[in-house]
C-alpha cells in the first residue's frame, strides 16, 4: 500500500468514531503526518463542535512543525462559515504545506471551493486516494446532498419459514424472533443513524419505544406515520427519551407515492439517514417505490404455523455472519 493511501485508510478508520453523533454534518477523519510520523489526529465531533482538521492540528503539541507536515483528510476541508469558521483557513493559517484529500465534497457550499482556496495559498493538494472507500465511507452524506433525501436502511426480522410477525397474538409487545445478541446489535445500528421509522400498526401492536436502551449512545429521532391520527401520546414512541416527528394525512397526499414524500420530508428536517424498522406495509412501501439503499434481514430458528409473510425485494447480497443461531444478511440496492 502506497504512503498516501495509508494515512487516509488511518483516515476513514478514526472517523468512524463519530458515526451515530455528527449528523447532519459527515464524519471525517483526519490525520497529520511529519517526516513520517503521525504527529496528530482527528475527527468530526458531535454536531455543532470542531471539524476534524480542527481536532487534529489542535493535538498537534509542537505547531512549529505543521509547515512541513501533511494534513490527510477524508473529506475537502470546508471553505464557508457554519456552525464553525472554514477548515480551510486554519490550513492556511497554519501554513500546512501539503494536503491530501479522499474526496470532493459534493455540498453545493463546498464542491471544489476549499480544494481551489488552498492551492490559491500556495499548499499542494493531491485529490482522489482512496477515493472509492472514502465515498463508501460518506455514502449518508452524499446520499443526502446528492439525492435530496436520507440514506435509507430497511431491517426486519423473520422466521426460518418467511414470517415477520404471526397473524394475532396475545399482548401488545414484540414476539422476538431473533436472540439477544441480534436485538443488541439492532439498538447499536440505532445509535449510529439519525433517525428510525415505524407505521401505525406496529404502533398498536407492538408498542416499542425505538430507542438505544440496550447500547450506549443517542436515541435517534423517531418517525412515526399515522395517516388517521389513530394514536395516543400514551404510547411509547411519544415519551420523553427521543424526539418524534409524526406525519398523517395533513402533512402530504396518500394517493401519491408515499415514500418519496416521507424521503422529502426528512430531507427537508436535515435528516441524512433513517432505519425502516416497521411492519411488513411499510416496509414494502420503500421496496416497491425502489427507495432503498442498504436492507439488514435477520432469519432466526424460530417458525410461525402461519403469518406475515416477510417483504419481498431484490439486491445485492453484501455479507452474511452467523449471530449464534440467527443469521444476518445485508443486501445494498443495485
Same mark, same amino acid.
Given at each position: 500500500?502506497?504512503?498516501?493511501?495509508?494515512? !487516509?485508510?488511518?483516515?476513514?478508520?478514526?472517523?468512524?468514531?463519530?458515526?451515530?453523533?455528527?449528523?447532519?454534518?459527515?464524519?471525517? &477523519?483526519?490525520?497529520?503526518?511529519?517526516?513520517?510520523?503521525?504527529?496528530?489526529?482527528?475527527?468530526?465531533?458531535?454536531?455543532?463542535?470542531?471539524?476534524?482538521?480542527?481536532?487534529?492540528?489542535?493535538?498537534?503539541?509542537?505547531?512549529?512543525?505543521?509547515?512541513?507536515?501533511?494534513?490527510?483528510?477524508?473529506?475537502?476541508?470546508?471553505?464557508?462559515?457554519?456552525?464553525?469558521?472554514?477548515?480551510?483557513?486554519?490550513?492556511?493559517?497554519?501554513?500546512?504545506?501539503?494536503?491530501?484529500? &479522499?474526496?470532493?465534497?459534493?455540498?453545493?457550499?463546498?464542491?471544489?471551493?476549499?480544494?481551489?482556496?488552498?492551492?490559491?495559498? &500556495?499548499?499542494?493538494?493531491?485529490?482522489?486516494?482512496?477515493?472509492?472507500?472514502?465515498?463508501?465511507?460518506?455514502?449518508?452524506?452524499?446520499?443526502?446532498?446528492?439525492?435530496?433525501?436520507?440514506?435509507?436502511?430497511?431491517?426486519?426480522?423473520?422466521?426460518?419459514?418467511?414470517?415477520?410477525?404471526?397473524?394475532?397474538?396475545?399482548?401488545?409487545?414484540?414476539?422476538?424472533?431473533?436472540?439477544?445478541?441480534?436485538?443488541?446489535?439492532?439498538?447499536?445500528?440505532?445509535?449510529?443513524?439519525?433517525?428510525?421509522?415505524?407505521?401505525?400498526?406496529?404502533?398498536?401492536?407492538?408498542?416499542?419505544?425505538?430507542?438505544?436502551?440496550?447500547?450506549?449512545?443517542?436515541?435517534?429521532?423517531?418517525?412515526?406515520?399515522?395517516?388517521?391520527?389513530?394514536?395516543?401520546?400514551?404510547?411509547?414512541?411519544?415519551?420523553?427519551?427521543?424526539?418524534?416527528?409524526?406525519?398523517?394525512?395533513?402533512?402530504?397526499? *396518500?394517493?401519491?407515492?408515499?415514500?418519496?414524500? !416521507?424521503?422529502?420530508?426528512?430531507?427537508?428536517?436535515?435528516?441524512?439517514?433513517?432505519?425502516?424498522?416497521?411492519?411488513?406495509?411499510?416496509?414494502?412501501? *420503500?421496496?416497491?417505490?425502489?427507495?432503498?439503499?442498504?436492507?439488514?434481514? *435477520?432469519? &432466526?430458528?424460530?417458525? *410461525?404455523?402461519?403469518?406475515?409473510?416477510?417483504?419481498?425485494?431484490?439486491?445485492?447480497?453484501?455479507?452474511?455472519?452467523?449471530?449464534?443461531?440467527?443469521?444476518?444478511?445485508?443486501?445494498?440496492?443495485?
Amino acid at each position: 500500500m502506497k504512503t498516501h493511501e495509508i494515512y !487516509i485508510k488511518r483516515s476513514i478508520e478514526i472517523a468512524k468514531s463519530g458515526l451515530g453523533s455528527t449528523a447532519p454534518n459527515p464524519m471525517v &477523519g483526519s490525520v497529520i503526518v511529519y517526516d513520517n510520523k503521525i504527529i496528530g489526529e482527528g475527527y468530526t465531533s458531535a454536531y455543532g463542535g470542531n471539524h476534524a482538521e480542527v481536532n487534529a492540528i489542535n493535538s498537534v503539541e509542537n505547531k512549529e512543525l505543521l509547515k512541513d507536515a501533511t494534513l490527510y483528510v477524508t473529506l475537502e476541508p470546508c471553505s464557508h462559515f457554519g456552525k464553525t469558521p472554514p477548515c480551510s483557513d486554519l490550513i492556511i493559517h497554519h501554513k500546512i504545506a501539503n494536503v491530501v484529500i &479522499g474526496c470532493v465534497d459534493d455540498n453545493p457550499e463546498v464542491a471544489g471551493k476549499g480544494i481551489a482556496k488552498l492551492i490559491a495559498s &500556495g499548499c499542494h493538494v493531491t485529490v482522489g486516494v482512496l477515493e472509492t472507500e472514502c465515498k463508501e465511507h460518506h455514502k449518508r452524506f452524499f446520499t443526502f446532498h446528492n439525492k435530496k433525501r436520507p440514506y435509507i436502511i430497511l431491517k426486519w426480522a423473520e422466521t426460518a419459514n418467511g414470517f415477520i410477525a404471526p397473524i394475532k397474538k396475545d399482548e401488545k409487545k414484540p414476539v422476538w424472533i431473533t436472540n439477544a445478541y441480534s436485538r443488541q446489535l439492532v439498538h447499536k445500528w440505532r445509535a449510529e443513524e439519525q433517525s428510525i421509522l415505524v407505521g401505525t400498526n406496529t404502533v398498536l401492536e407492538d408498542n416499542p419505544s425505538l430507542t438505544v436502551r440496550d447500547w450506549t449512545g443517542k436515541n435517534p429521532i423517531r418517525v412515526v406515520i399515522d395517516r388517521e391520527l389513530k394514536l395516543s401520546k400514551e404510547h411509547s414512541v411519544f415519551n420523553a427519551e427521543a424526539e418524534t416527528i409524526e406525519i398523517s394525512k395533513n402533512d402530504f397526499d *396518500f394517493n401519491k407515492p408515499l415514500a418519496k414524500q !416521507i424521503a422529502t420530508i426528512l430531507h427537508s428536517r436535515n435528516i441524512n439517514s433513517i432505519i425502516i424498522e416497521g411492519g411488513e406495509k411499510t416496509l414494502q412501501t *420503500f421496496i416497491d417505490e425502489n427507495l432503498w439503499d442498504e436492507a439488514r434481514v *435477520f432469519t &432466526g430458528n424460530t417458525t *410461525f404455523k402461519n403469518g406475515i409473510k416477510a417483504p419481498e425485494f431484490y439486491g445485492k447480497l453484501i455479507s452474511e455472519e452467523k449471530i449464534i443461531e440467527d443469521t444476518l444478511h445485508i443486501y445494498v440496492n443495485n
